[in-house]
């Protein structure tokens, strides 16, 4: 797998950016200008995905990606994934806890397709189908989830406009594969971690139920979350100062010991 990512350098503290299913990292620029007075950010393209390639000889599999993902992320670094990418940067930080400093999610189910045990999450049948529209008519679906991904929530049509910009060449043959990815159950890998962790949640999210936050914490899983008032599924977007200065907040409360 060759990994594109873009950096900015700086000496401030490092900031691991993962995106979602569908997108690039091309997805963050909008939030971009809220962090660099913060961080020094690297932006990395999930594999199959943007500029990230994956040969047809390839095994792509979360263990795969993860490993891949793993020689890209700085030591002492923050991971924070969106969506899929926070599912990844669960999986990261469970591998890597050793050399990172924190875990910090979007809009991210660790259990995204339902469960008997885990009810808030997308049902099997459902995921069956949209993995079948998606071979049959994958820019019709692609669209499809990209109305889901703002519906009810702020700024509907900046998001929405955004989201549609970026990357619409993605292969079809790398879409269905890193799809494969939200199958995964990473639930006892975030109880397992470490590490300091937040958590984000939006208050509108149609893809991931705000009740997911309580669901971990009945788990006995001990994390800080937040809910977003108002916000779809790509609060980045639609309110990037209120989640860069909660960010920046958590960073500052580990760095003076609070955490």
Not at 240 to 255: C, H, M, N
């Amino acid at each position: 797998m060759n990994i594109h990512i873009k950096k900015t350098q700086s000496a401030k503290p490092d900031l691991v950016l993962l995106h979602g299913w569908g997108t690039s990292s091309d997805i963050w620029q909008p939030w971009l200008p809220f962090l660099t007075e913060h961080y020094s950010i690297t932006c990395i393209d999930l594999p199959g995905l943007g500029l990230s390639t994956v040969s047809d000889s390839e095994n792509y599999s979360l263990q795969s990606v993860v490993s891949a993902l793993a020689d890209k992320v700085p030591d002492n670094s923050i991971l924070l994934g969106w969506s899929l990418g926070g599912m990844l940067a669960i999986a990261l930080a469970q591998k890597l806890q050793l050399r990172i400093k924190a875990l910090v999610t979007i809009a991210c189910n660790p259990c995204f397709v339902q469960r008997d045990d885990w009810t808030e999450a997308m049902s099997a049948d459902d995921f069956a189908a949209f993995e079948a529209n998606l071979l049959r008519q994958p820019e019709k679906t692609l669209s499809r989830f990209f109305l889901l991904q703002v519906q009810n929530g702020s700024q509907q049509k900046a998001v929405l406009n955004h989201l549609r910009a970026v990357d619409k060449n993605i292969e079809h043959q790398q879409l269905c594969a890193s799809l494969q990815l939200l199958k995964h159950d990473l639930r006892q890998s975030l109880g397992q971690l470490g590490v300091p962790s937040l958590h984000f949640y939006a208050e509108m999210d149609q893809l991931v139920p705000r009740k997911v936050r309580h669901l971990i914490g009945a788990m006995g899983i001990n994390i800080t979350g937040l809910e977003i008032p108002e916000a779809g599924h790509l609060p980045f977007i639609s309110d990037p100062q209120w989640l860069a200065d909660e960010l920046v907040g958590f960073t500052q409360r580990i760095d003076a010991g609070r955490y």
